[in-house]
C-alpha cells in the first residue's frame, strides 16, 4: 500500500524518520513547485535520487572535472553512452577507469545530501512512497545511512539559513574584474579561482577546499567587493521557509522525538502509522509552545493573553492550539481530530 500526503502535514524530515525505522525498501516521490524528486530506499536507507529540475549525471560529471579526474570529452562521451545504455554515470566513469570507486561514491553521496537538504525548506508539496523491490548496483554500491544524513543535514540548513536570501545555491556568476593586489585574502583567492560562469553555486560548494558555510559566505563576499557578479539562476521557482520565532529545524525537531516515535509506531505497527506520527508530532510542538509560553512570563512577568504573541502556528491539521488562561497558570492542548473540544481525542 502507498503512503501519501502533503508536506503541510509531514516535513520531509518527519518522513524520512519513518522511513529509516521501519526499514522500508521502495521509492518517495516528492513533488513540489520547485522540483520533483525521486528518492530510492533499501531497508530505510537512501541508495539514490533523481531530480527533474537538476540533471545529477551532469552535475557529478562537472565536479569529477574541477576535481582533475576527467575531462570535458569524457563526461560528453559518458552523457552519450548513458543515453542508450540507460547505465548511472558514476558507473561509466568506473567502467572507463576513469576515476576511483572513493571518489565516485564521495561525489554522488554529496550531491544526493545536497539535493535532500534542499527540499527541508519547502513549505508545501506532495509525497508518495510506493513499496517496491530496488536491485542493489554491486559495481559502485551507494548507500546513505538516513539518520546520520539528517544530522549532517541539520548543521547544513542551520549554517546556510544564515545567508538566506543572499545567496542561491543555483545562482550563476561570472568574474567582474581582477582583484588588486593584496585585495583578497587566500580563502577568498581560492574561491575566485572557482568562479568561471559555469558553476554554479552549489558545485562551487562541492569541489571548494573549505567548509560549506565558508565557501558560501566568501561568494557573498567577493560578490560585495564587485569582483563577481550573478548572470543566472535556474528558472524554476525556489521557495523559502520563514522560521517561527523560537521555532527550531524540522531535522531537529524530528530527532528529538525519535523514542516516542519507534515506541509508538513499534505498538501501533505499519497500518496507522501515519495517523499516530501526526499525534507525536503535535505533542512534540506542544511541549515547544510550553516553554515558549513559559520563556514570555519570565520576561514579562505574566503569561500571554493569547497564543498569538508568541506563535502563529497551527497542530499539523491545520487548526488553532487551544490556549486557557487559569488561576495556577495556562492550559495548552489540540482539540484532537474531530476539533471538538474536551473529547477522548484531543492532544495535549
Do not use: C
Not at 525498501?25 to 527533474?52: P, Q, R
Not at 506532495?126 to 523491490?133: A, G, K, N, S, T
Not at 550563476?172 to 579561482?193: A, G, H, N, V, W
Amino acid at each position: 500500500m502507498a503512503l501519501e500526503g502533503f508536506l503541510q502535514e509531514f516535513g520531509l524530515a518527519d518522513i524520512l524518520q519513518l522511513i529509516y525505522f521501519q526499514k522500508k525498501t521502495g521509492v518517495l516521490n516528492v513533488e513540489g513547485e520547485a522540483d520533483k524528486i525521486k528518492m530510492k530506499f533499501i531497508d530505510g536507507n537512501i541508495i539514490g535520487l533523481e531530480s527533474k529540475k537538476r540533471i545529477e549525471s551532469k552535475r557529478i560529471g562537472k565536479i569529477l572535472i574541477k576535481k582533475g579526474f576527467i575531462t570535458q570529452k569524457d563526461l560528453t562521451e559518458a552523457l552519450e553512452t548513458q543515453k542508450t545504455e540507460s547505465t548511472p554515470i558514476g558507473n561509466i566513469f568506473l567502467k572507463r577507469g576513469l576515476a576511483p570507486k572513493e571518489v565516485l561514491r564521495e561525489v554522488i553521496e554529496e550531491q544526493i545530501t545536497e539535493s535532500i537538504v534542499q527540499l527541508f525548506v519547502w513549505k508545501e508539496g506532495r509525497y508518495e512512497f510506493v513499496p517496491q523491490e530496488i536491485p542493489v548496483d554491486d559495481e559502485l554500491p551507494i548507500s546513505l545511512d538516513t539518520q546520520h544524513m539528517l544530522m549532517g543535514g541539520m548543521k547544513i540548513v542551520d549554517e546556510l539559513s544564515i545567508v538566506e536570501g543572499k545567496l542561491d545555491l543555483e545562482a550563476i556568476y561570472r568574474k567582474i574584474k581582477e582583484p588588486q593586489q593584496e585585495q583578497l585574502s587566500d580563502t577568498e583567492k581560492e574561491i575566485f579561482k572557482l568562479i568561471d560562469g559555469d558553476n554554479d553555486v552549489s558545485t562551487i560548494i562541492s569541489i571548494s577546499p573549505l567548509e560549506d558555510f565558508e565557501t558560501a559566505k566568501t561568494i557573498l563576499s567577493l560578490e560585495e567587493k564587485g569582483l563577481i557578479g550573478l548572470i543566472a539562476v535556474l528558472p524554476l521557482k525556489k521557495e523559502k521557509a520563514v522560521p517561527a520565532k523560537g521555532v527550531k529545524s524540522p531535522i531537529y525537531a524530528a530527532i528529538l522525538g525519535i523514542a516516542l516515535i519507534v515506541l509508538i509506531v513499534t505498538f501501533k505497527g505499519n497500518h496507522d502509522a501515519f495517523r499516530v506520527f501526526r499525534e507525536a508530532k503535535i505533542s512534540m510542538n506542544i511541549e515547544r509552545l510550553k516553554d515558549n509560553i513559559d520563556i514570555y512570563n519570565t520576561v514579562n512577568g505574566q503569561y500571554p493573553k493569547n497564543l498569538e504573541a508568541v506563535t502563529q502556528g497551527k497542530d499539523s491539521r491545520g487548526r488553532p492550539y487551544v490556549y486557557k488562561l487559569t488561576e495556577s497558570g495556562f492550559i495548552l492542548f489540540s482539540a484532537g481530530p474531530d476539533g471538538i473540544e474536551g473529547t477522548s481525542d484531543d492532544v495535549y
